[in-house]
T-cell receptor, first 112, second 114 residues
Framework: AQSVAQPEDQVNVAEGNPLTVKCTYS??????LFWYVQYPNRGLQFLLK??????LVKGSYGFEAEFNKSQTSFHLKKPSALVSDSALYFC??????????FGKGTRLSVIA | DAGVIQSPRHEVTEMGQEVTLRCKPI?????LFWYRQTMMRGLELLIY????????DSGMPEDRFSAKMPNASFSTLKIQPSEPRDSAVYFC????????????FGPGTRLTVT
C-alpha cells in the first residue's frame, strides 16, 4: 500500500530565511507526488506536482520541490519565507489506480 | 468557473438527526471525492466517483454514511443518524480525467453534532 510520511508536525522559520518541509513516500510503482497548502478555514489548494521529467518542480507562490528517487523523498522548499506562507502543508502520492494518499500535514509558521 | 461549491458551510445538528451535505464539482471534471478532516485523524478519503459512478467507498466509516452522484454536477453525502463523533470538516474535491491530475477542493462544510 502506498503511504506518505511528513516527519515534522511543525516547522518554524524566520521571515526571509529559506524553508524546507519534508516528505517521504512509499509506493510499489512509479509515484506521482503532490504538495497542497491549506490556509485557515479554507479547502486544500494545489501547489505543485511531480509526474515525470525534471526532478526539480516549480510551483505556485515561489515554492519548489525536488524528487529524489533514491531517498524516496519529495521535500518542499522556498528560498525566502514570507509571513503569508504560514499554513498547513500536505504531501500526497498517487500510484497505479489508487487515489491520492495524503500525509498528516506539517504546520509552517513564519515569524516576522 | 466558480470552483467547487459546497453547502451548507456550517451545520449544527443534534445527535440522531439526518444530515445532508451537498457538492457541485467544477464543470467538466470527471472525478469527485469526499474527504473528512479532523484533528485526530487528519484528512481521510471517504469515497470517490468517476463519471458519476462510485469507485471506492472503503473509507466510508459505517452504514450511517451514504453518498450519491445522480448527475455530473451534483453529489450528496448523507449521515443518518448523526453522532457527535461525526463532527468534522467535510470537503468535496473534483479533478479531470485521471487520478494523476490535481484536485480542486471546495471550502468545506463544518459539521457539529451535539
Amino acid at each position: 500500500a502506498q503511504s506518505v510520511a511528513q516527519p515534522e508536525d511543525q516547522v518554524n522559520v524566520a521571515e526571509g530565511n529559506p524553508l524546507t518541509v519534508k516528505c517521504t513516500y512509499s509506493v510499489s510503482g512509479n509515484p506521482y507526488l503532490f504538495w497542497y497548502v491549506q490556509y485557515p478555514n479554507r479547502g486544500l489548494q494545489f501547489l505543485l506536482k511531480y509526474i515525470t521529467g525534471d526532478n526539480l518542480v516549480k510551483g505556485s507562490y515561489g515554492f519548489e520541490a525536488e524528487f529524489n528517487k533514491s531517498q524516496t523523498s519529495f521535500h518542499l522548499k522556498k528560498p525566502s519565507a514570507l509571513v503569508s506562507d504560514s499554513a498547513l502543508y500536505f504531501c500526497a502520492v498517487v500510484s497505479g489506480n489508487t487515489p491520492l494518499v495524503f500525509g498528516k500535514g506539517t504546520r509552517l509558521s513564519v515569524i516576522a | 468557473d466558480a470552483g467547487v461549491i459546497q453547502s451548507p458551510r456550517h451545520e449544527v445538528t443534534e445527535m440522531g438527526q439526518e444530515v445532508t451535505l451537498r457538492c457541485k464539482p467544477i464543470s467538466g471534471h470527471d472525478y469527485l471525492f469526499w474527504y473528512r478532516q479532523t484533528m485526530m485523524r487528519g484528512l481521510e478519503l471517504l469515497i470517490y466517483f468517476n463519471n458519476n459512478v462510485p469507485i471506492d467507498d472503503s473509507g466510508m466509516p459505517e452504514d450511517r454514511f451514504s453518498a450519491k452522484m445522480p448527475n455530473a454536477s451534483f453529489s450528496t453525502l448523507k449521515i443518518q443518524p448523526s453522532e457527535p463523533r461525526d463532527s468534522a470538516v467535510y470537503f468535496c474535491a473534483s479533478s479531470w480525467d485521471s487520478l494523476t491530475y490535481e484536485q480542486y477542493f471546495g471550502p468545506g462544510t463544518r459539521l457539529t453534532v451535539t
